[in-house]
Structure formats: C-alpha cells, structure tokens
C-alpha cells in the first residue's frame, strides 16, 4: 500500500470556507474518475495548536490534508498518467494557494473502525 499525504493552502484572497466548499463539492468529485485510488480523505482543519512543553511549532496554517491511497506503484503510476487526474490536478490549482505532497508508510496502530461517512446538507 502506497499513501500520499498533502497538505494543502487556500489560495491568497478566498477564506478558509470558500476553500473547503470547493475542495469538498467541486474538486472531490473529480476523484471518481481517476484510476488506481484506492481510498480518498479530505480533513478539513477546523482549529491548530501547539505543544507548551518546549517542543517548537511549525510556521504555518494548513486549510486541510488530502490523503491518498494506492494498492502499489503500478496503481499510482496509473492514477498519474490519466487524462482524469490532469484534469483533478487543473482544478486543484484554480483553489490551491500552496501544497506540500509527502509520499509514506503508514503504520496502524489502533486500527479504525468502520464509520459511516455523513452526507453534507
């Protein structure tokens, strides 16, 4: 399994709520089209800290954390050659001021359990 995590930044002059809008009813969507995901996360970041026990925060505020899932390399490669993911990609910079991508091991712990996804209203 092969995880993508980004970390995403609104761009300069639309709030925080225009982002999340139309990250999660116009360029959501988009993923459906797109070949060899897996799995699909938006987190919406709804409030930041820091730890007051002498470790440093980071500079920065994050809108929200896109996470994506890839059965393996061959499933990733697939889902960046594809016409669908040019096209999630052109809208993601019609609202994504800056972005980071990390690509990582991900390690369960405590493993989930199923949940229901709630329908936006």
Known sequence: MIKSASLLVR??????????RHWRNTHAPF???CPGISRYTLTIIKSSSTRTDGVGGLDVEVD???ELW?????ARDQFAASPATERLLADGATFIG?????????????????????VEK
């Open 31 to 33: 993923a459906h089209d």
């Open 64 to 66: 929200g954390i896109a």
């Open 98 to 118: 800056r972005e980071i991508d990390f690509v990582a091991e991900e390690i369960v712990i405590i493993p989930r359990k199923d949940m229901t996804i709630p």
């Open 70 to 74: 890839f059965e393996n390399q061959a």
């Open 11 to 20: 761009k300069e002059g639309s709030t925080h709520e225009e982002f999340v």
